[in-house]
Nanobody, 123 residues
Framework: QVQLVESGGGSEQSGGSLRLSCAAS?????MGWFRQAPGKEREGVAA????????RYADSVKGRFTISQDNAKNTLYLQMNSLKAEDTAMYYC???????????????????WGQGTQVTVSS
């Protein structure tokens, strides 16, 4: 079992920044951030491989969001800059074991999920 606890969400103006954190009981092979807006499917935002810190990003956040991991603290981060109204969603931390390198954003690989943290961006 892996416990995941997200923090750092909140309200921010368009163009602002937020940093999300995910405290994990342990890291798995891949860790990721997903988000779900009302009435929409949950989508992968960013993911990272523990072994070599290989990362993948959704096209909608490339150049604005950065995922990182602190192995000593078992904490995953998502730095979100240049926020847009369309970034408004519940953000979830996820952990998976049998991940495929070039499809890290696929939900199928993730077995453990946090409770989520709300991010609201006003324009």
């Amino acid at each position: 079992q892996v416990q995941l606890v997200e923090s750092g969400g909140g309200s921010e103006q368009s163009g602002g920044s937020l940093r999300l954190s995910c405290a994990a009981s342990r890291f798995t092979n891949c860790m990721g951030w997903f988000r779900q807006a009302p009435g929409k499917e949950r989508e992968g935002v960013a993911a990272i491989l523990r072994s070599d810190a290989f990362t993948r990003y959704a096209d909608s956040v490339k150049g604005r969001f950065t995922i990182s991991q602190d192995n000593a603290k078992n904490t995953l981060y998502l730095q979100m800059n240049s926020l847009k109204a369309e970034d408004t969603a519940m953000y979830y931390c996820a952990a998976g074991a049998n991940c495929q390198r070039y499809s890290l954003l696929a939900r199928i690989w993730y077995n453990y999920w946090g409770q989520g943290t709300q991010v609201t961006v006003s324009s």
